[in-house]
């Protein structure tokens, strides 16, 4: 798959070394309310802020990126359809942040540990992007860590129905980020997306996927 407007392929760029520079970007550090930066006619509105909690639940998740033979990856999850948020839902491993956390960092390992069996040790931390508010009142802070290949991944079935990987190559073409139009009580909102295949990653995932994207390009390409 080749990069949109005749950019070379990500895999033929450093592109570890490009995630590690660029992480130190503006656009890469700000806070994003997802939700409200691509709805500004709707913020305010009784209607579409119902739609939101105001209730902050700090969180982490981690990016995990797999330098597969074959091209890098980015691992994703299925949520479990019982699990009492977000269920069946496509997310990164994560969640709420504990008490007993040092740092985000130590809440997204555990998390990725718990979820789909990934151990710290296996995971080399690039850095962090700035947090990104969703809805439900998460403010995520997204860990990008490179994961060994020979990671032995496996879903907790309690919490994940399905692990699957997105190529490199696929995030960084900024094509493949859209918004798409859905309705809550009859108010019509934009949402983040970024379908691949049969998995149709959208909302907070498919923002912090925007971001990464950002993050990638040789320029600064900021929504």
Request: charged share 25%; aromatic share 6%.
């Amino acid at each position: 798959m080749r990069v949109a407007r005749g950019k070379p392929r990500i895999e033929d760029v450093d592109w570890r070394a490009r995630i590690a520079s660029n992480l130190d970007r503006m656009s890469a550090q700000r806070v994003r309310a997802l939700f409200r930066e691509i709805n500004p006619h709707l913020v305010g509105d009784k209607m579409f802020e119902s739609r939101w909690s105001d209730i902050r639940k700090d969180a982490a998740v981690l990016v995990p990126i797999i330098n597969r033979p074959q091209g890098a990856t980015v691992l994703l999850t299925v949520r479990s359809p019982d699990m009492p948020s977000h269920a069946g839902q496509i997310s990164f491993p994560g969640g709420k942040v504990e008490p007993g956390d040092a740092s985000r960092v130590e809440t997204a390992l555990r998390e990725a540990h718990e979820e789909v069996n990934i151990e710290p040790g296996s995971v080399d931390i690039i850095g962090q992007l700035g947090i990104h508010e969703g809805g439900l009142g998460f403010s995520v802070t997204p860990v990008v860590g490179i994961v060994h290949p020979q990671t032995d991944i496996r879903a907790c079935p309690r919490e994940v129905h399905e692990v699957f990987e997105v190529p490199l190559d696929f995030v960084a073409d900024l094509s493949n980020h859209v918004t798409e139009e859905r309705e809550h009580k009859g108010v019509k909102y934009n949402m983040f997306a970024a379908p691949y295949g049969r998995f149709h990653i959208w909302g907070l995932t498919a923002g912090i996927l925007r971001t990464m994207a950002e993050v990638l390009q040789d320029d600064d390409e900021a929504s």
